[in-house]
């Protein structure tokens, strides 16, 4: 039989182990800062002359932090937190030409700047995460192979989906 010492003892040994995960949490919730709970993305601004970049990436971002992130994009500059972005950079060059000088396999290139700002417009990384003031540098490519269907719309949406995981992952807190 179990004296009351005995059980009173284990009751606070359970008591205490609890109190020790009181600042843990659990799931992909714990990755973020728990004070965030709306993020606003405004329109990418592109210093590319090719169209459409700043819409496809801003898209490809806003999408990602609603299916990875417990945050919710919302189009009032008033939320919780800011998302700036500017593609600084874009490239083409063939990598393998044909006989006839036309390109047989293409890289597309592209460089963005984020910067995660709260409300009051401090920074809301610091630290060992990589977002500052200045803000990141981001870089991505594709590759486009014209004789297999690929196009530069396709290669572009590629890239904006890779650099859109990687802002995601600089919006994670640090281990």
Known sequence: MCSPIRLWLGFVAILLSLAGCAAYHVGAAGLYPPDIHTV????????????????????????????????????????????????????????????????????????????????????????????TPEMVDLNQTARLIPEYGGSNVTAQQQIAKRLAKQIVDLMEAPW
């Not at 293409?106 to 963005?112: A, L, N, S, W």
């Open 40 to 131: 606003y993305v405004p329109m990418f601004e592109s210093d590319s002359f090719r169209r459409d970049l700043g819409e496809m990436l801003t898209e490809a971002v806003a999408k990602e932090i609603e299916l990875r992130t417990p945050f919710k994009v919302v189009g009032n500059p008033n939320a919780d937190s800011v998302l700036i972005g500017r593609i600084t950079g874009d490239t083409k060059h063939s990598i393998v030409r044909e006989p006839g000088n036309e390109g047989r396999e293409i890289e597309i290139g592209m460089t963005v700047k984020v910067n995660w700002a709260d409300r009051r417009g401090g920074v809301v990384r610091e630290g060992d995460i990589a977002i």
